[in-house]
């Protein structure tokens, strides 16, 4: 679990740094960091998507995980109610960046390999190496949204902590198929919400976080047929 307080202890001081700047920087420097993480997003979530799906058995599962799952998150209003609790306590713009941030966080491959790999191999290297990585992503989502970024360490560590244990529990029903529709998903949402803070389409990403619900539940279903 080291590597885990590692990569949530890295996003606090991140957004510590980060907040510390935010005051320094004129108006023209949020938008050119917002721009920067826009791009960052897309790339990685581009980059996240390629090699799971081509590696894929089933290349329409993750269409069928985001129609079932955005319209189950749709009607659970997760996202109208995430910006709600999130804008009682700070205001609409680190609503955005801290829907974002959570996305960059826990649904890179990185993010969801170095938990699977601690728990099966002993190995924190992708742990060690998401920490790094989450340390200059809060810097600068830190210096644009403040440091209610912080809250991303939060969520990140109940979902690596959560996958751990998992994992322990489970690693003999865990297959390569699974981990690879996950990555596909969590990937399509990571571009999508580099979109919204590009502001070229607002997405409500949280609405599709449930389509990471669908594969287990279609590949334990086929397991068994």
């Known amino acids: 679990m080291y590597g885990t307080i590692f990569n949530a202890a890295m996003i606090i001081v991140g957004s510590i740094i980060g907040s510390l700047l935010k005051s320094r920087l004129k108006p023209k420097y949020h938008t050119v960091l917002m721009q920067a993480i826009g791009l960052a997003a897309i790339v990685v979530g581009i980059h996240t998507v390629i090699k799971p799906l081509d590696n894929s058995h089933l290349p329409v599962l993750f269409i069928i995980s985001l129609a079932v799952g955005g319209t189950l998150g749709t009607a659970w209003n997760i996202q109208e109610n995430f910006d709600r609790v999130v804008q009682r306590f700070t205001n609409s713009d680190l609503s955005a960046g801290l829907a974002t941030a959570v996305l960059l966080y826990c649904f890179g491959s990185l993010s969801i390999l170095g938990p699977i790999n601690a728990a099966l ?19 600068v989502l830190g210096a644009t949204y403040g440091i209610g970024i912080a809250w991303g360490a939060a969520v990140l560590f109940c979902w690596q902590g959560g996958l751990y244990i998992l994992v322990l529990l489970l690693r003999t029903a865990l297959s390569a198929s699974l981990l690879n529709e996950l990555m596909i998903v969590g990937g399509v949402l990571i571009f999508a919400s580099g979109l919204g803070v590009l502001e070229i389409k607002k997405i409500n990403t949280l609405n599709f976080l449930p389509a990471l619900l669908i594969p287990p539940v279609v590949l334990g279903i086929l397991h068994f047929f």
Request: proline share 0%.
């Open 121 to 139: 191999h002993h190995d924190y290297t992708f742990l060690l190496t998401n920490g790094t990585l989450d340390l200059i992503t809060s810097i």
